[in-house]
C-alpha cells in the first residue's frame, strides 16, 4: 500500500507572528522541545510504572503532581486527556442523569458537551447582553437562587474563569463564597487561565478546576489537569474492585507520553512566567490602545481587557473587504505578507487575537502593521 503525502510540515511559528488565542500559551519551552523529543514514544513515561501513572517516580511523575497541586493550590491533582475530559469526569461523577446544574452563559461548547453526554439538564447565567458580555456575580447568584427555588437542587454550578469569545475574567472566589453558603458544588473552568494567571483554587474555596496543558501550559498535548479539594478525593478518584490500582472515573491511566511530559518540563517556566502577569495584561492593554488608534477598530468585552485574549470588531477592515477584490481574504493575505498569521481567512468583521510572551517591539510591530494596511486601502 502506498500512502498518500500528509504534509507534515510547519512553518507558521518558525517565520511568522502568530496571534492566535488558542495557541499563544501552549508553546513549548525550550526544555519540553527536549523532553518532546525523549519521550515521544507512546507509552515512554510508562517503563517503571506499577500500575498507577500517578505514582511513577522515573521520570518523576510524583513528584511533579506535587508541585502542581501547589502551583494551582489544590489539595489533590491529576492530569486528564484535556479540560472538557476533566469536566466531563467531575459531572459525570458528581451528579446522577436528570440533575440539572447551572452553567455561565459565556461557557465553551465542551462544558456544554460534557454536561449532555452525563445526561444532566443545564441552566444557563446570562450574560450582560452589551458589548462587554459581562458574567457578574450577582446575575450568576439570581440564577442559581432561582433554579435552586425552581428545580429543587442544583448539584453543581460551573464558571468560565477566562471565557474563550472575550477573554472576560470572572470572579472566581465569589463563585467558591456562593456555593459554599448555597451547599453546591463548585467547578471552575480555567482552561484560558491557569498556567497565565495565578490560580488559587483553595483560596477561592473552588471544589474542582480544570485546566488546559496544551492552550495554557505550554505543553504538546492533548493533557489537562483536574485539581480538587481533598474532602473529594475517595468518592472521585474510587477504584476498581477488579483492578484496585486503577481509577474508575479516570479509565485507570490517562496522559503518557510526550503530553506528560513536555507538561513537566514546562512548568518551572510556567511558574516563572505567571509571576509576570501583570506585566502581560500591561502589554495587552496597551496594545489595545494602539489598535483603537485605527477609526473602525473597537475592543469588545469587559474594559479595560484583564486578560491576553481579546475581541475587536472591526467595521473598517470590513468595509474595506466589500470594495477588495479578494473580498475578506485581503486581510489574511497582507498580514502574511508581513509574517503576521492566527488571525482567519476571510474573516474581516470582527476577529479575537492574543499577543500573550510577545515582545513589546512586537507588539508594536503588529499595531502599526494593521494601521499600514487601512491607510493602503482607504
Known sequence: MECQNYNLT?????ENLNLNPLQRAGFLSPAA???????G????????????LD??????IDGFLEDLAKFINVDVVRTVHGAREGKYAVINKMCEPGDTIVVDGNAHYTSHLAAERAGVNIIEVPNSGDDR???TIE????TLEEAIDDVGEIKLALLTHVDGEYGNLTDAKALGKMCKKLGVISLLNSAYGMGRLPVDAN???????????HKSMAASGPIGILGMKGEWEDEMLKRSPRHEKKEIELLGCTSRGAPIATLMASLPYVIE????WDEEVKLTREFVSKLEEIDGIQQIGVRPTEHDLVRFNTPTLHKIGLKHQRKGFYLYEELKNRNIVGIKKGQTEWFKCSTFGMSQEQRLYIAESFKEIVEKYL
Do not use: H, M, T
Not at 55 to 60: F, I, T
Not at 139 to 142: A, G
Open 203 to 213: 483560596g477561592w474555596d473552588i471544589d474542582f478546576v480544570v485546566g488546559s496543558g
Open 273 to 276: 512566567r505567571v509571576n509576570n
Open 139 to 142: 446575575q450568576y447568584q439570581k
Open 55 to 60: 505514582q511513577v517516580a522515573k521520570p518523576g
Open 10 to 14: 510547519r512553518q507558521v511559528e518558525r
Open 133 to 135: 458580555a459581562e458574567i
Open 41 to 52: 514514544d507512546g507509552y515512554s513515561v510508562c517503563d517503571y510504572c506499577a500500575g498507577r
Open 33 to 39: 522541545r527536549e523532553a518532546l523529543l525523549e519521550f
